[in-house]
Protein backbone atom coordinates (compact mmCIF):
# COMPACT_ATOMS: atom_id res chain seq x y z
CA UNK A 1 0.00 0.00 0.00
CA UNK A 2 1.51 3.91 -0.91
CA UNK A 3 1.39 6.34 1.68
CA UNK A 4 -1.55 8.79 1.61
CA UNK A 5 -0.17 12.02 0.61
CA UNK A 6 -1.63 15.31 0.64
CA UNK A 7 -1.81 18.12 -2.00
CA UNK A 8 -2.94 21.38 -1.30
CA UNK A 9 -3.59 23.90 -4.42
CA UNK A 10 -3.87 27.70 -4.69
CA UNK A 11 -4.74 28.77 -8.40
CA UNK A 12 -4.98 32.93 -8.17
CA UNK A 13 -5.51 35.43 -10.53
CA UNK A 14 -4.76 39.21 -10.21
CA UNK A 15 -6.28 41.90 -12.90
CA UNK A 16 -7.38 39.03 -15.21
CA UNK A 17 -8.56 41.29 -17.97
CA UNK A 18 -11.64 39.45 -18.51
CA UNK A 19 -14.42 36.94 -16.79
CA UNK A 20 -13.14 33.67 -16.61
CA UNK A 21 -14.66 30.36 -15.09
CA UNK A 22 -11.78 27.98 -14.55
CA UNK A 23 -12.65 23.90 -14.36
CA UNK A 24 -10.69 21.60 -12.46
CA UNK A 25 -11.35 17.90 -13.50
CA UNK A 26 -9.25 14.30 -13.53
CA UNK A 27 -10.21 12.99 -17.36
CA UNK A 28 -6.59 12.49 -18.63
CA UNK A 29 -5.69 8.68 -20.08
CA UNK A 30 -8.63 6.52 -18.54
CA UNK A 31 -9.67 3.52 -21.17
CA UNK A 32 -13.40 3.62 -22.09
CA UNK A 33 -13.50 7.57 -20.73
CA UNK A 34 -16.98 8.43 -22.11
CA UNK A 35 -18.24 5.15 -22.96
CA UNK A 36 -19.15 3.74 -19.34
CA UNK A 37 -17.21 5.25 -17.06
CA UNK A 38 -17.07 9.47 -16.98
CA UNK A 39 -14.93 11.82 -15.40
CA UNK A 40 -16.48 13.57 -12.54
CA UNK A 41 -15.95 17.76 -12.15
CA UNK A 42 -14.15 18.56 -9.12
CA UNK A 43 -13.90 22.31 -8.56
CA UNK A 44 -15.30 25.42 -10.25
CA UNK A 45 -14.25 28.84 -9.84
CA UNK A 46 -15.11 32.34 -11.40
CA UNK A 47 -12.68 34.69 -11.67
CA UNK A 48 -13.30 38.54 -12.90
CA UNK A 49 -11.69 40.82 -14.23
CA UNK A 50 -10.42 43.40 -12.46
CA UNK A 51 -8.65 42.48 -8.78
CA UNK A 52 -7.69 39.35 -6.96
CA UNK A 53 -9.18 36.14 -7.05
CA UNK A 54 -8.15 32.55 -4.92
CA UNK A 55 -9.62 28.98 -5.67
CA UNK A 56 -7.66 26.59 -3.12
CA UNK A 57 -8.49 22.52 -3.57
CA UNK A 58 -7.21 19.87 -1.51
CA UNK A 59 -6.58 16.58 -2.75
CA UNK A 60 -5.79 13.37 -0.72
CA UNK A 61 -4.81 10.23 -1.83
CA UNK A 62 -7.21 7.94 0.39
CA UNK A 63 -9.60 6.40 -2.49
CA UNK A 64 -12.79 4.96 -1.79
CA UNK A 65 -15.42 3.36 -3.95
CA UNK A 66 -18.37 4.94 -3.64
CA UNK A 67 -22.72 4.13 -4.12
CA UNK A 68 -23.43 7.70 -5.03
CA UNK A 69 -27.28 9.68 -5.15
CA UNK A 70 -27.06 11.31 -8.76
CA UNK A 71 -29.66 13.87 -9.18
CA UNK A 72 -31.62 15.02 -12.50
CA UNK A 73 -28.60 17.65 -13.26
CA UNK A 74 -26.50 14.49 -13.26
CA UNK A 75 -24.73 16.13 -10.63
CA UNK A 76 -23.59 13.67 -7.21
CA UNK A 77 -25.29 14.71 -4.54
CA UNK A 78 -24.33 11.92 -1.81
CA UNK A 79 -22.95 9.16 -1.35
CA UNK A 80 -25.56 6.43 -0.16
CA UNK A 81 -22.50 4.22 1.25
CA UNK A 82 -18.67 3.53 0.12
CA UNK A 83 -15.68 1.97 1.25
CA UNK A 84 -12.12 2.90 1.64
CA UNK A 85 -10.34 1.08 -0.87
CA UNK A 86 -6.21 0.87 -1.56
CA UNK A 87 -4.72 -0.56 -4.90
CA UNK A 88 -4.19 -3.81 -4.95
CA UNK A 89 -7.57 -4.34 -3.32
CA UNK A 90 -11.40 -5.54 -3.86
CA UNK A 91 -14.98 -5.05 -2.66
CA UNK A 92 -18.30 -5.97 -3.57
CA UNK A 93 -21.64 -3.96 -3.38
CA UNK A 94 -25.04 -5.46 -2.24
CA UNK A 95 -28.57 -4.65 -1.64
CA UNK A 96 -30.38 -5.91 1.44
CA UNK A 97 -34.37 -6.90 1.82
CA UNK A 98 -34.78 -3.14 3.07
CA UNK A 99 -33.07 -1.47 -0.35
CA UNK A 100 -29.66 -0.65 1.97
CA UNK A 101 -26.42 -0.41 0.19
CA UNK A 102 -23.80 -2.02 1.43
CA UNK A 103 -19.83 -2.52 0.30
CA UNK A 104 -18.25 -5.48 1.68
CA UNK A 105 -14.78 -5.64 3.57
CA UNK A 106 -12.22 -5.57 1.39
CA UNK A 107 -9.99 -8.26 0.07
CA UNK A 108 -7.02 -9.25 -2.12
CA UNK A 109 -7.58 -8.08 -5.60
CA UNK A 110 -5.69 -8.08 -8.84
CA UNK A 111 -2.20 -6.16 -8.25
CA UNK A 112 -2.08 -2.95 -9.71
CA UNK A 113 -6.19 -2.09 -10.22
CA UNK A 114 -9.13 -1.09 -7.81
CA UNK A 115 -12.25 -3.78 -8.37
CA UNK A 116 -15.56 -3.42 -6.92
CA UNK A 117 -18.31 -6.37 -8.03
CA UNK A 118 -22.07 -5.74 -8.33
CA UNK A 119 -23.56 -8.28 -6.56
CA UNK A 120 -26.96 -6.51 -6.26
CA UNK A 121 -29.70 -8.37 -8.42
CA UNK A 122 -30.00 -5.46 -10.75
CA UNK A 123 -27.87 -2.83 -12.64
CA UNK A 124 -26.62 -0.19 -10.70
CA UNK A 125 -23.74 2.71 -11.07
CA UNK A 126 -20.68 3.16 -8.58
CA UNK A 127 -17.98 5.44 -8.22
CA UNK A 128 -14.31 6.03 -7.20
CA UNK A 129 -13.98 8.91 -5.10
CA UNK A 130 -11.14 10.36 -2.72
CA UNK A 131 -11.86 11.74 1.06
CA UNK A 132 -9.13 12.16 4.32
CA UNK A 133 -7.91 9.11 5.82
CA UNK A 134 -10.17 8.61 9.59
CA UNK A 135 -12.20 11.53 9.08
CA UNK A 136 -15.10 10.13 8.35
CA UNK A 137 -15.91 12.55 5.41
CA UNK A 138 -17.85 11.36 2.88
CA UNK A 139 -15.46 10.69 -0.48
CA UNK A 140 -15.44 12.92 -3.26
CA UNK A 141 -16.06 10.76 -6.41
CA UNK A 142 -13.96 11.87 -9.48
CA UNK A 143 -14.64 8.68 -11.87
CA UNK A 144 -18.26 7.55 -12.76
CA UNK A 145 -19.41 4.10 -13.77
CA UNK A 146 -23.23 3.74 -15.02
CA UNK A 147 -24.66 0.35 -15.78
CA UNK A 148 -22.90 -2.46 -13.74
CA UNK A 149 -24.71 -5.54 -14.54
CA UNK A 150 -25.21 -8.15 -11.82
CA UNK A 151 -22.27 -10.26 -11.08
CA UNK A 152 -20.27 -7.33 -13.48
CA UNK A 153 -17.17 -6.02 -12.23
CA UNK A 154 -15.22 -2.73 -12.53
CA UNK A 155 -11.36 -2.91 -12.91
CA UNK A 156 -9.86 0.42 -12.66
CA UNK A 157 -6.46 2.21 -12.32
CA UNK A 158 -6.55 5.78 -11.23
CA UNK A 159 -3.90 7.70 -11.47
CA UNK A 160 -4.15 11.62 -10.03
CA UNK A 161 -3.81 13.57 -13.02
CA UNK A 162 -5.70 17.14 -12.67
CA UNK A 163 -6.16 18.91 -15.62
CA UNK A 164 -7.44 22.95 -15.74
CA UNK A 165 -10.00 24.29 -18.35
CA UNK A 166 -11.55 27.60 -19.22
CA UNK A 167 -15.33 26.97 -19.18
CA UNK A 168 -18.97 27.94 -17.87
CA UNK A 169 -20.89 24.57 -19.20
CA UNK A 170 -20.24 22.44 -15.86
CA UNK A 171 -21.17 22.55 -11.89
CA UNK A 172 -18.68 21.10 -9.31
CA UNK A 173 -19.64 16.82 -8.73
CA UNK A 174 -21.32 16.73 -11.97
CA UNK A 175 -20.68 13.89 -14.45
CA UNK A 176 -18.75 14.67 -17.57
CA UNK A 177 -20.58 12.65 -20.29
CA UNK A 178 -18.73 14.14 -23.01
CA UNK A 179 -15.24 15.31 -23.93
CA UNK A 180 -14.95 18.59 -22.61
CA UNK A 181 -15.11 21.45 -25.94
CA UNK A 182 -12.08 23.22 -25.44
CA UNK A 183 -8.87 22.29 -24.75
CA UNK A 184 -6.79 21.89 -21.16
CA UNK A 185 -4.74 24.90 -20.24
CA UNK A 186 -2.43 22.92 -17.43
CA UNK A 187 -1.94 19.41 -16.38
CA UNK A 188 -0.03 17.91 -13.71
CA UNK A 189 0.40 14.15 -11.59
CA UNK A 190 -0.71 15.74 -8.14
CA UNK A 191 1.71 12.82 -6.80
CA UNK A 192 4.59 14.32 -8.34
CA UNK A 193 4.04 17.84 -6.52
CA UNK A 194 4.64 19.35 -2.89
CA UNK A 195 2.41 19.30 -0.38
CA UNK A 196 1.98 23.12 -1.39
CA UNK A 197 1.93 24.72 -3.99
CA UNK A 198 0.65 27.88 -5.83
CA UNK A 199 -0.43 28.73 -9.40
CA UNK A 200 -0.93 31.65 -11.34
CA UNK A 201 -3.72 32.15 -13.96
CA UNK A 202 -2.90 34.92 -16.65
CA UNK A 203 -4.37 35.94 -19.87
CA UNK A 204 -3.13 36.90 -22.68
CA UNK A 205 -4.10 40.73 -24.24
CA UNK A 206 -3.05 39.42 -27.59
CA UNK A 207 -4.65 35.94 -28.17
CA UNK A 208 -7.24 35.77 -25.54
CA UNK A 209 -5.38 32.56 -24.44
CA UNK A 210 -5.19 31.43 -20.65
CA UNK A 211 -1.81 30.03 -19.38
CA UNK A 212 -1.28 28.62 -15.24
CA UNK A 213 1.79 28.87 -14.21
CA UNK A 214 3.73 27.82 -10.62
CA UNK A 215 3.85 31.29 -8.63
Known amino acids: MSAVFTRNLTFKTNNLGADATLMLTFDKNITGLYH?????????????????????ATFQSQLAFVKPQVDGSDTIVDASTYKLINVGDKTSLTKDAKGVYHFSDVVDGEEGYLQAVNRCPLVEDMSIGFTKPNSGQEPTSVLYFKSIGNGAFIKAQFTPVLRAYITEQYQET???????????????DLAGLDTNTTWVLTRDVASGTYKIKQG
Open 36 to 56: DKFPVCWKVSSFGAVGPYTLR
Open 174 to 188: QIIRAEVDTSSIWEK
